[in-house]
């Protein structure tokens, strides 16, 4: 299932690579009051100079996720594209996209800024999108009471959004590939009948395989980070500028500066705010542990106490329990007419 991906435990270099720069770069793909209010929501660049000049190019498309697995912080899909020509030659020979775990903080953000700004070879050829889904929305999803909405049905859903809008507004999209780490060929099939004019792979370890997913993972990790980022600092000023020495770190549950922050922010009411999954089994469990500072007793669901509908009807004894009589003022009475 996909809600356990909070258990995987993380190496140590692993989790340092997850840990958010300090000096992240804020890209367009970063909307603050969304994220601070807990709104999932979509960006898309504008569509690049060296294909808008000619809709007729054909493009290679890749799609790859960030922070999957935290506890803390939304999970980002990414959607990167550009002419077919430049695939290899402009991403992996001139500047150097690889998954993004194997790149570092500093490198992964020095590539956002390049595909961000004008007059670049990245900007003018490569156009970009990212959907944002926040802690609030993913676990409202998992906890619903009418059919479990999984991590595995949100993830297919944000990558459809993001593919058909890029082909609502004209790119000549040819190839397609995505990095998954579920079934490649289900996720596959069901890819190509809703996309039946693009050549698609669905492959495990994508990222590393085709220059287009690994320049996505960067987008979507960056804008993960920078998001991470915006929901700590808010968090920070909230609690009066009492800024832990080592933060909340990476947001992975196996991360200690994780545990330690969530245990010692804990609402005795409220949890957390939207910067948390509580379906997540660690924030359900430090929730329900005994040494949660406040417990919630809720009844069972089939329990009515012996109650009737016409209970909620029936007059007590009296002038003043006669409540559908006296309903809208003093009561009717013959002296009236």
């Not at 594209?81 to 903080?105: G, N, Q």
């Not at 049905?153 to 397609?176: C, P, S, Y």
């Not at 990476?250 to 705010?273: E, H, I, T």
Request: glycine residues 6%.
């Amino acid at each position: 299932m996909a809600d356990t991906m909070e258990d995987v435990i993380m190496e140590s270099q692993d989790i340092e690579q997850e840990t958010p720069p300090e000096d992240i770069f804020m890209a367009p793909s970063i909307n603050k009051s969304h994220i601070l209010s807990g709104k999932s929501y979509a960006h898309y660049s504008p569509i690049p100079k060296d294909i808008s000049d000619d809709m007729a190019t054909e493009c290679v498309l890749g799609v790859d996720e960030a922070g999957r697995g935290p506890v803390l912080g939304p999970m980002v899909y990414a959607l990167f594209y550009l002419p077919l020509p430049l695939h290899h030659s402009l991403l992996a020979e001139t500047h150097h996209f690889d998954d993004s775990k194997v790149l570092t903080p500093v490198v992964r953000s020095t590539l956002m800024e390049k595909l961000c700004t004008a007059d670049t070879d990245l900007y003018r050829s490569c156009g970009w999108a990212t959907k944002t889904m926040s802690a609030r929305d993913i676990s409202s999803g998992m906890l619903r009471p009418a059919g479990m909405y999984n991590l595995n049905a949100q993830a297919m859903d944000a990558t459809i959004e993001l593919i058909k809008e890029v082909f609502a507004r004209g790119v000549n999209v040819k190839e397609i590939y995505i990095d998954t780490i579920g079934n490649p060929m289900t996720y596959q099939n069901k890819l190509e009948r809703i996309f039946p004019t693009a050549q698609i792979t669905v492959a495990k370890k994508a990222d590393s395989l085709y220059p287009c997913v690994s320049a996505a993972s960067v987008c979507a990790k960056v804008t993960r980070d920078a998001a991470l980022d915006v929901c700590y600092e808010a968090v920070i000023k909230d609690a009066n500028g009492d800024k832990a020495t080592e933060g909340w770190g990476s947001g992975y549950p196996s991360d200690a500066r994780c545990s330690n922050w969530l245990k010692q922010n804990m609402d005795p009411v409220f949890g957390w705010g939207t910067e948390c999954r509580f379906s997540w089994s660690t924030a359900k469990d430090l929730l329900e542990s005994k040494d949660a500072p406040l417990k919630a007793d809720w009844p069972v669901e089939d329990e009515d106490y012996g109650m009737k509908m016409t209970d909620y009807f029936t007059a007590g004894q009296g002038e003043e329990g006669d409540e559908l009589v006296n309903w809208y003022g003093r009561k009717v009475s013959e002296e009236v007419f």
